[in-house]
C-alpha cells in the first residue's frame, strides 16, 4: 500500500504533466496484457497515416464477427516487436525491436509501413512533420485505485 506522501507525490506529477499538455488517463482502458493505451496508438496511426491505414485495412479487412479486426491485428504487430528486443544484435534490423526500436523505426508489416511518434523536427521548413509532431499523444495514467487526482 502506498504510503500519503507517494501519493502525494503522483498526484503532483499528474497535475505538472497534464498541465503541460499530457491527456489524463484512466487505468482501465490501459492494456495491461500488450502494454499499451489503445486508443492512443490507433488513434495516432489513423490521424497522422491515413493512407498507410487504409491499405492496412484493405490487407486486414474486418471481419463479420470481429468489425475491430484491423485494429486488433495492428495491436498484435506492435506488441510483437516491443516483444523481440535484441539491443547487442550485430544486425541494424534486429536493433529495430523493442520500445525504442519501434519508437525510432518504422513498423512493417505487408507492405504498409507506420511511424508511431513524430520527433521534433530541428526546423519548420516541413509544415507536415511539424503537424505530425504535435499529433503525438502523450498520457499519463494513475494507478489502479488511486482515483484521488484533482
Known amino acids: 500500500m502506498a504510503s500519503s506522501s507517494e501519493f502525494a507525490f503522483q498526484n503532483d506529477m499528474i497535475k505538472q504533466l497534464v498541465a503541460n499538455g ?5 487505468p482501465e482502458n490501459y492494456n495491461r496484457k500488450l502494454a499499451l493505451y489503445e486508443e492512443d496508438l490507433i ?4 490521424d497522422t497515416q491515413d493512407e498507410q491505414w487504409q491499405k ?3 490487407l486486414y479487412p474486418p471481419q463479420e464477427n470481429n ?7 495492428f495491436l498484435e504487430r506492435v506488441a510483437s516487436q516491443l516483444n523481440k ?4 544484435a550485430a544486425n541494424k534490423e534486429m536493433r529495430s525491436f ?3 526500436g519501434v519508437l525510432r523505426h518504422e ?3 505487408r507492405g504498409t509501413r507506420f511511424s508511431l511518434c513524430q520527433f521534433k523536427p530541428e526546423h519548420d521548413l516541413n509544415p507536415d512533420t511539424l503537424a505530425r509532431y504535435k499529433q503525438n499523444r502523450l498520457r499519463v495514467v494513475p494507478e489502479p485505485g488511486q482515483t484521488g487526482y484533482k
Open 56 to 58: 492496412f485495412c484493405k
Open 107 to 109: 513498423l512493417r508489416d
Open 43 to 46: 488513434g495516432f496511426v489513423q
Open 22 to 26: 499530457w491527456l489524463l488517463g484512466k
Open 67 to 73: 468489425k475491430k479486426y484491423p485494429e486488433q491485428k
Open 98 to 100: 523493442g520500445t525504442l
Open 85 to 88: 528486443a535484441d539491443p547487442n
